[in-house]
T-cell receptor, first 110, second 116 residues
């Protein structure tokens, strides 16, 4: 059974700090890994998608890596801002559908 | 147009009502999804349509009935719901094929459903 685990469940940091969110998955037959952000009561916004053949993707202050051998992905956020406060979800694609982690709730304090 | 739209944004209904949620995308995506999300939980997959055909049904109760009239539209018909069905209902789409097989998934803003 596919499982996705995100650590930590919650994180509070001061503005300007660089931070790392972790995601681990159990299914080695991974097709892709996608990182989303969700603001309270809103839909999910796609941040980065890493295909199984890739090792990392970058968008602005965000960098996501994928290590299939260890079953891990990390989302690196540089120079965090209060506007980055949200819940971050990672999903593993495999066997036709996505499996979601429970998310990391990030709070960036001014 | 790079977005998935959902209507209504909010819906309050009684247990005997019949209502429908609507989802639309004009990105040419051929897979569309319904998810249910309870507070502080990740989205739970309900249905997947691929090329307008029901591809995945996650054993959802029959009081939820999906419909895909064409490649751009996805409906979720609701009938005789229970208070525990109150949740955020999210629609998503992906280009070409199923998101789980490598295609990026895009989500709508959701419909907040309250069942009294």
């Amino acid at each position: 059974k596919q499982e996705v685990t995100q650590i930590p469940a919650a994180l509070s940091v001061p503005e300007g700090e660089n931070l790392v969110l972790n995601c681990s998955f159990t299914d080695s037959a991974i097709y892709n890994l996608q990182w989303f952000r969700q603001d309270p009561g809103k839909g999910l916004t796609s941040l980065l998608l890493i295909q199984s053949s890739q090792r990392e993707q970058t968008s602005g202050r965000l960098n996501a890596s994928l290590d299939k051998s260890s079953g891990r992905s990390t989302l690196y956020i540089a120079a965090s801002q209060p506007g980055d406060s949200a819940t971050y979800l990672c999903t593993q694609g495999g066997s036709e559908k996505l499996v979601f982690g429970k998310g990391t709730k990030l709070t960036v304090n001014p | 147009d790079t977005e998935v739209t959902q209507t209504p944004k909010h819906l309050v209904m009684g247990m005997t009502n019949k209502k429908s949620l609507k989802c639309e995308q004009h990105m040419g995506h051929r897979a569309m999804y319904w998810y249910k999300q309870k507070a502080k939980k990740p989205p739970e997959l309900m249905f997947v349509y691929s090329y307008e055909k029901l591809s995945i049904n996650e054993s959802v109760p029959s009081r939820f009935s999906p419909e895909c009239p064409n490649s751009s539209l996805l409906n979720l018909h609701l009938h005789a719901l229970q208070p525990e069905d109150s949740a955020l209902y999210l629609c998503a789409s992906s280009r070409g094929g199923l998101a789980g097989l490598g295609n990026e998934q895009f989500f709508g803003p959701g419909t907040r459903l309250t069942v009294l």
